[in-house]
């Protein structure tokens, strides 16, 4: 992992924290345990962080533009967007 691939990683990883605390699942596991074991499931950096992050917009008051403002690239934050819930939507 070169030092920018990391850094992206540890920026997903830091906002998808931040977006998810205090949030549990319906067994009453800390939410974060989800996407890190979706991102464990993926193989890139851009994947890792697209996956750490694929909650974010629908469970948390971040948008699009503000991980885009963090410094994440515009391909992870569309792979989100894409991977987003939207509401009314059904599953």
């Known amino acids: 992992m070169n030092k920018s691939e990391q850094s992206m990683f540890e920026l997903a990883l830091s906002i998808a924290k931040k977006a998810h605390e205090g949030q549990y699942d319906k067994a009453g596991v800390v939410y974060i345990k989800h996407p890190l074991f979706v991102a464990s499931l993926v193989d890139t950096q851009e994947e890792k ?8 917009l629908e469970d948390s008051p971040y948008t699009a533009e503000e991980l885009i403002l963090a410094g994440l690239p515009e391909t992870v934050v569309t792979a989100v967007q ?3 819930k939207k509401k009314g939507q059904d599953y």
């Open 49 to 56: 962080a697209v996956a750490l992050l694929h909650d974010v």
């Open 82 to 84: 894409v991977l987003t």
